[in-house]
């Protein structure tokens, strides 16, 4: 029996990591996959090996509010629901380890990709998934978010605004019936 037998899920960042190994396990349990990334090559590569019937790309860059709008939209075209989005897209920082040699552009650059990629990612799928009233969004999280000094500033911060944010996404939604973990 495959536990995810019906269920659509669409996952950011699904072209590699910890996205690809997640989009052939969905898949082996019977789900259909959508993989949003900006590594085309590497996308469709992933979905050749999970196999077309069960998977597709999007080119989605996930600071992109209209990408992220359009990912999902395709997500439920293709497939009629979507069950299922798995933030997981994440980047880090050149590794400054003190906070005075960190730039300011680069602490942007992964709060836009950690931040707001999980930010909207959650606000376009609630937006499907509330009137079916059931689905389940999870975001990727990290150690950084208990431990001091396990990663870089801006990675640290960014896990933690991801904890903030997926706990009031869960109060909020759950009331649909729509699942929101870490």
Known sequence: MYRLE????LITGGASGIGKCTAKVFAQHGAKVVIADIQDDL??????DIGPSNCSYVQCNVTDEEQIKDGVDKAVATHGKLDIMFNNVGIVDPNKTRIMDNDKSDFERVLSVNVTGVFLGIK??????????????????SVSTLIGAAASH??????????????NAAVELGQFGIRVNL
């Open 6 to 9: 019906g269920k659509i899920a």
């Open 43 to 48: 996308g469709h590569r992933v979905c050749e």
């Open 124 to 141: 376009h799928t609630a937006r499907v998934m509330v009137p079916s009233r059931s689905g389940s969004i999870i975001s990727t999280s």
């Open 154 to 167: 801006a990675y640290c911060a960014s896990k933690h605004v991801v904890l903030g944010v997926t706990r």
